[in-house]
């Protein structure tokens, strides 16, 4: 097997998009910093990218095959570096909506104590866009906000040593859910996740069937239930914040009044 057939997703384990196989939700991350170059997934030459927008990678975003759907499905097919990162204060939550993806997905959620190993998407401003698009950013009804997490708020550690000032990630609209106590719950993949949900709320059930498969069936595409859904977690007193909303609003700030670097697809310099 030569080196090129070696770096393709599929070799790699890394070509199913959750979009596609909503159980699978995050989908497989690369065990290893690399570039998304098309079908193959090849060693990163750097881990910082200045002329590009840094975003965290949370839920499916980390995941190659997932990356690729989306951009593919937009006609772009420009190389994405993805720099595994050391990262304190955030944590994967999970999301107060349902997706009409077929999943509930993952939400940044605050977590001074968490350390979480990461990635950083260095996107251009063609990706940015895509990204922002299917996160739901640029419409009013839309699922998620963009907002810069500054460090020392959120450290950012690579692998080469550097820390970077900050970077974006996208903060869920609609809170996330708690665990019962107040608390966000973490994200445990999407089998357990739905299982778990299922077998706690009853009116989860009449909506969207006992197990996780007759979820994800009922859920995609179906705008209707996926919002009778999301309001059946507020109903039930499951919906918190997830700790991250004033970066949300710190962000717009910035952006209305034309602050160097924190335009829709400008980050701060590296320091």
């Known amino acids: 097997m030569d080196d090129a057939t070696d770096r393709t997703l599929r070799a790699l384990g890394l070509h199913e998009a959750p979009r596609e196989h909503p159980l699978l939700y995050p989908g497989a991350w690369p065990s290893d910093s690399g570039l998304l ?7 990163l030459e750097r881990l910082v990218y200045e002329d590009r927008t840094p975003v965290v990678a949370i839920g499916s975003n980390g995941c190659p095959g997932q990356l690729r759907h989306k951009m593919t499905e937009c006609g772009i097919g420009s190389p994405l570096p993805m720099a595994k990162a050391r990262v304190t204060g955030v944590d994967a939550g999970v999301s107060a909506h349902v997706s009409r993806m077929g999943y509930v997905s993952a939400s940044p959620v605050g977590a001074p104590d968490t350390v979480r ?5 260095w996107l251009d401003a063609e990706q940015l866009a895509v990204i922002d698009a299917s996160e739901g950013v640029p419409l009013p009804g839309g699922n998620f906000d963009r907002a810069w997490l500054p ?4 450290r950012i550690d690579l692998a080469d040593g550097t820390r970077l000032p900050g970077a974006y990630a996208y903060v869920n609209r609609h809170g ?10 973490t994200h445990p993949g999407e089998r357990e996740l739905l299982a778990e949900l299922l077998v706690g709320l009853p009116r989860l059930r009449e909506l969207f069937g006992v ?8 859920a995609r595409g179906d705008r209707r239930l996926c919002e009778r859904g999301t309001r059946l977690f507020i109903e039930e007193k499951l919906v918190t914040a997830s700790g991250l909303e004033r970066y949300v609003a710190a962000s717009a700030r910035a952006q209305q009044s034309g ?9 701060p310099p590296l320091t």
């Open 151 to 154: 460090s020392p708020d959120v």
């Open 211 to 218: 197990v996780p498969e007759e979820f994800c069936a009922r």
């Open 176 to 185: 996330v859910l708690h665990d019962g106590t107040g608390t966000p719950r």
């Open 259 to 267: 602050s160097p670097g924190t335009g829709a697809s400008l980050s």
């Open 37 to 43: 170059d098309g079908d193959r997934f090849l060693p």
């Open 117 to 121: 190993e990461l990635f950083v998407l």
